[in-house]
């Protein structure tokens, strides 16, 4: 049985248990190696909708306070694998719902909002205003499109500063140098500071 619905768990575990993952970087992409080295002082960090979690390892390994959260359990077998003990960094939850303690510095964004449902994204962003400090940040990858077959899901410049203004203006955009084949051309590396 096929699951259609991509804001449930099981449409999710369906795509890790039968590896169809083409999302899956297999790696940190450069933009936020750059990113690190460009800010060595090391925050408090949120991924939400980690997946195999490439990013928790590097953020750790930067000295960062992480936190990763999936609410899909295949999703987390796939970061048990692949993070071994740094697991306890990750929990398995709901974004929308968990009762995450306190407020981050930066919440990372990859191929989680574009996964969404557009009817979703006015939720997700009250979650990030809300979970993020006062000048903390909205970092990484966005997808912008087009998009002939979504999901992916694009968001366009209007839109995104539709979702995200006034509480966080955006600092950073930068076009992706190492785009995966399906998101070559359609991403863009941003920060949104929260003020
Ligand atoms: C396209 S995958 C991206 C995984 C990872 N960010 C990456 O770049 O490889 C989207 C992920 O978001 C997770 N997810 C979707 N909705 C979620 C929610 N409401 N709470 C937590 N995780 C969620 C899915 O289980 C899936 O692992």
Not at 32 to 42: A, G, K, S
Not at 72 to 81: G, L, R
Request: proline share 11%.
């Amino acid at each position: 049985m096929a699951f259609s619905d991509p804001t449930q768990p099981n449409f999710w575990n369906e795509r890790y248990e039968t590896e169809k993952t083409p999302w899956d970087f297999h790696g940190v992409p450069s933009a936020l190696r750059q990113f690190m080295q460009t800010n060595p002082r090391p925050r408090r960090v949120l991924v939400p909708g980690c997946g195999t979690g490439y990013e928790i390892r590097a953020f750790l390994d930067a000295g960062w306070n992480v936190c990763g959260i999936d609410f899909s359990p295949a999703a987390i077998k796939h970061a048990e694998t692949y993070l071994g003990e740094q697991i306890r960094h990750v929990v398995l939850g709901n974004f929308f719902h968990y009762p995450f303690e306190g407020k981050f510095d930066c919440i990372y964004e990859r191929t989680f909002l574009c996964a969404l449902p557009p009817d979703r994204w006015m939720a997700y962003a009250q979650r990030v205003k809300e979970l993020l400090a006062p000048g903390g940040q909205l970092l990484g990858f966005f997808f912008t499109g087009p998009e002939e077959e979504p999901p992916p899901y694009p968001l366009g410049p209007i839109q995104a500063q539709e979702l995200l203004r006034p509480e966080l203006t955006l600092v950073e955009d930068n076009p992706v140098t190492d785009s995966l084949p399906l998101f070559a051309g359609k991403e863009r590396w941003q920060i949104w500071e929260k003020q």
